[in-house]
């Protein structure tokens, strides 16, 4: 008689997970290099090849320890797990339901030989810490969903820097604490991961592959647990004391500063948000992490994170299509391109992806989403280029953040637009010294663009931000200038615009491929 198989997703590289069995006797396990999925984005090869090396590296130590396992490549996930189960003669496969809407679809319905059998890929057993049924749960019903809400909600449950019944320090959130500029300051040296055999020969494979974006030179990826854990040690060690404070930060040269640089094993499941949550409450009971910066840590994981996992489930499949800003500009070719820009702050952050696959948060939201939201870029458009290029993203956790917080084209978790000037970028970076425009002027032909194109956001969309109490004032400033000066500021937006060229490609994007 047959035994299961266990069907272990890219991103389920953890053998506390359900889908990965304990031990050999109780079935066979498969992994599965997708072909229709690599190709279905122009990924940065960096995040191919952290993916194919963290399975292989995965399907290598389960190998070892007496598994039967494979690792097969196939046109698909489902046919890769049909053919497994016909040479296995499988009875059944075994799996977390997958994260992204596409995959779940496709093996919903895909005749895979044996029945399919899934679970919750929350709780027990499960990546996140929420099961769907207990996020879902806690959105139903609710007219609007606010993250300072299911944090404490969250922190409750949890217990994480409680202290009967209480948030420690009497607040839930210190972020008000957490926005020094590092100016000045010198970040602690990185750790490093070299690639080993097995990481290089995959580099080299996948350099030569064409349709994709990004070099694999620099790889500095941990691709197995044991090598996250190590980054995990040396964040505590190094820079969690200095996380709060800096978190915002933007330092020109810097891609990582006082960050962890976890998110992406994290994501593949090399780590578990539990664990991790563990290490900032003993840091912060240890006295060696700041309530400040233990707190703001562990609300990016359980609060953020846990939250945009629940407005994928929640939204889907309509979040694709949030779009209520109504914005159909192209994504601007320097995106892909960084060199073809001459804002500094954009061609350093658009640039640090394109060599790394990766910026951290404040990189993301308030440069490169901001600018697309200032110029109403399509957001299927940042999406994709977010999807693709980051090692981290996941169509569950960027399209949330892209849609939902960067570009305000869902309102169903956000109150308003995360929309800026240069004022804001030079206070917190040091990328406007160095830039050939003035972070001070809103027109001439040194006047950062930045500038116009905040205003011009604000006077376009008038009727839907005008009663917001958070922007209320800056209508009473736009208010205060005579005409000639707010046609001089739209005037110097559009003929910004006008210069924005998307890059011309025969790449694909197929969301839903798998």
Known sequence: MGRPAFFVAPWDLHRDLACVP???????????????????LPYHRQKIVLVRAAMRAFAEELEADGFDVELRRAPSFAEGIAAHLAERGSTEVRALRPREIGLERALDNADLGAPLRLYDDG?????????????????????????????????KRTGYLMEDGSPIGGKYSFDADNRESARGVRPPDLMAHPPDARTREIMEQVERWPGFWGSTEGFDWPVTRA???????????????????????????????????????????????????????????AGEMPL???????????????????????RMPA??????????????????????????CLRECAGQVRDTGYAHHIQRLMI???????????PIDVSHWFWAGFVDAYEWVELPNVHGMALYADGSFTTKPYAGAASYVSRM????????????????????????????????????????????????????????????????????????????TDWTFDDDAA
């Open 22 to 40: 304990t031990s050999p006797e109780d079935g066979s396990v498969v992994l599965v290099e997708s072909v229709a999925k690599s190709r279905a």
């Open 123 to 155: 709780g027990e057993g499960g990546h996140f810490l929420l099961t769907r049924d207990e996020v879902l749960g806690w959105m139903r019903g609710r007219k609007q969903i606010r993250l300072h809400q299911f944090y404490a909600w969250m922190r």
């Open 227 to 285: 090598g996250a854990l190590r980054e995990l040690d040396d964040f505590f060690a190094h820079r969690a004391a200095s996380f709060g404070e800096y978190q915002d930060a933007m330092l020109a040269g810097e891609r990582f500063l006082w960050h962890a640089r976890i998110s992406a094993a994290m994501n593949l499941s090399l780590l578990s948000p539990r664990e991790i949550c563990d290490r900032a409450a003993a840091a912060y009971e």
């Open 292 to 314: 400040n910066a233990a707190e703001g840590f562990i609300r990016q994981i359980i609060g953020w994170r846990e939250l945009v996992r629940g407005i994928y489930l929640h």
């Open 319 to 344: 979040l694709r299509e949030a779009n209520q800003l109504e914005a159909t500009r192209p994504l601007p070719d320097f995106y892909w391109e960084p060199e073809r820009t001459d804002l500094r």
């Open 368 to 378: 490169l989403g901001n600018f697309a939201l200032l110029a109403g870029v399509r």
């Open 429 to 504: 970076s040091d990328y406007c010294g160095g830039c050939r425009y003035d972070a001070g002027a809103r027109t001439g032909n040194d006047a950062c663009p930045f500038n116009s194109l905040f205003w011009r956001f604000l006077a376009q969309h008038r009727a839907r931000f005008e009663g917001n109490p958070r922007l209320r004032m800056l209508y009473r400033t736009w208010d205060r200038w005579d005409d000639d000066e707010r046609g001089a500021i739209e005037a110097h937006a559009e003929g910004f615009l006008a210069s924005l060229r998307p890059l011309e």
